[in-house]
């Protein structure tokens, strides 16, 4: 049975999960790996980055866009005590100088998150991509 609690503890993994690309967008990569616990992994197809070092490399791969612009959808929270598993879907847009160019990836995106005292955080995120579209992404 859920509770009001469960409902409240899947509405923060979502903002997290929301949160997260926000700060991509944004550019705060600081504040993109503070989403992560210590702890976390970020599994990308071509690398795994661990928390320590999300932000310099997050930055690297991200900074060469004029934008991001990340669309998160079809959440699916289950909690379990202190501990929750996510899955979701992810339109990920890379524009370049020219804003007429972008790349574009259909992603799934599965995590795995743990209740913190600064609340919940993202312990490893598995980033699939399903699709591609428009100019070469090149990461």
């Not at 990836?105 to 598995?126: A, L, N, Q």
């Amino acid at each position: 049975m859920n509770t009001v609690s469960d409902a409240d503890d899947r509405r923060a993994v979502s903002d997290l999960i929301i949160g997260a690309f926000a700060c991509l967008d944004n550019k705060d990569w600081a504040g993109y790996a503070s989403k992560y616990a210590e702890d976390g992994i970020l599994e990308l197809p071509w690398a795994k980055k661990s928390q320590k070092d999300l932000e310099a490399q997050t930055e690297l791969d991200l900074s060469r866009f004029s934008a991001t612009h990340h669309i998160s959808t079809n959440h699916v929270i289950e909690i379990e005590g202190d501990t929750a598993r996510s899955s979701s879907y992810l339109i990920a847009v890379h524009v370049f100088a020219d804003p007429a160019v972008h790349a574009d990836v259909g992603i799934t995106y599965v995590g795995e998150h743990r209740r913190t005292p600064d609340g919940w955080k993202h312990t490893h995120v598995r980033v699939t991509p399903i699709w591609t579209a428009g100019a070469e992404l090149g990461l």
